[in-house]
T-cell receptor
Framework: GQNIDQPTEMTATEGAIVQINCTYQ??????LFWYQQHAGEAPTFLSY??LDGLEEKGRFSSFLSRSKGYSYLLLKELQMKDSASYLC??????????WGAGTKLIIKP | DAGVIQSPRHEVTEMGQEVTLRCKPI?????LFWYRQTMMRGLELLIY????????DSGMPEDRFSAKMPNASFSTLKIQPSEPRDSAVYFC??????????????FGPGTRLTVT
């Protein structure tokens, strides 16, 4: 079966850097997604990794290690608008997404 | 494109009543997904369609839930009879077919269902 773990909540300071970790166990793997979800809104796509390494997109970067079953989302130069939940999702062998419970990120001034 | 459209945005109903949620996917997307999100259980896949055909409904909680996709531009999720434990936000999402490259799911704004 599949299992995804990520911290429930994290707090960081405006302007700082935060890393949100995601670990997973799966028998089939076709990539790992990160989505952002603001309170009361729908999830929106942030990043996708299928090969090991770091993918950078502006202030956000995502890393994947398939051998370790590990990914992280790195947010730099944090802004208040980054306060949201961040969902890690695994694409399984059937190309379906298995979702983590999400990490609520609280940004303090 | 207007994105994924869902209606209604909010629904309050009494236990035992029938509830119908509606979704219009992004034009050209081959896949349509229905999700339910609660604080306790997070985001759960209920059912998904490929080219209007239901592929996997193993996430549908029980026979009270049913979903249809009569054409490429419309899908419904029906709950009959509704129960208080069905209270949640229901999201519809659509995507292109996976082709070896990544594909992302585009979510609608959701329907917040409250069953009293």
């Amino acid at each position: 079966g599949q299992n995804i773990d990520q911290p429930t909540e994290m707090t960081a300071t405006e302007g700082a850097i935060v890393q949100i970790n995601c670990t997973y166990q799966t028998s089939g793997f076709n990539g790992l997604f990160w989505y952002q979800q603001h309170a009361g809104e729908a999830p929106t796509f942030l990043s996708y990794n299928v090969l090991d390494g770091l993918e950078e997109k502006g202030r956000f970067s995502s890393f994947l290690s398939r051998s370790k079953g590990y990914s992280y989302l790195l947010l730099k130069e944090l802004q208040m608008k980054d306060s949201a939940s961040y969902l890690c999702a695994l694409m399984d062998s059937n190309y379906q997404l298995i979702w983590g419970a999400g990490t609520k990120l609280i940004i303090k001034p | 494109d207007a994105g994924v459209i869902q209606s209604p945005r909010h629904e309050v109903t009494e236990m035992g009543q029938e509830v119908t949620l509606r979704c219009k996917p992004i034009s050209g997307h081959d896949y349509l997904f229905w999700y339910r999100q609660t604080m306790m259980r997070g985001l759960e896949l209920l059912i998904y369609f490929n080219n209007n055909v239901p592929i996997d409904d193993s996430g549908m909680p029980e026979d009270r839930f049913s979903a249809k996709m009569p054409n490429a531009s419309f899908s419904t999720l029906k709950i009959q009879p509704s129960e208080p434990r069905d209270s949640a936000v229901y999201f519809c999402a659509s995507s292109l077919a996976p082709s070896g490259a990544f594909y992302e799911q585009y979510f609608g704004p959701g329907t917040r269902l409250t069953v009293t």
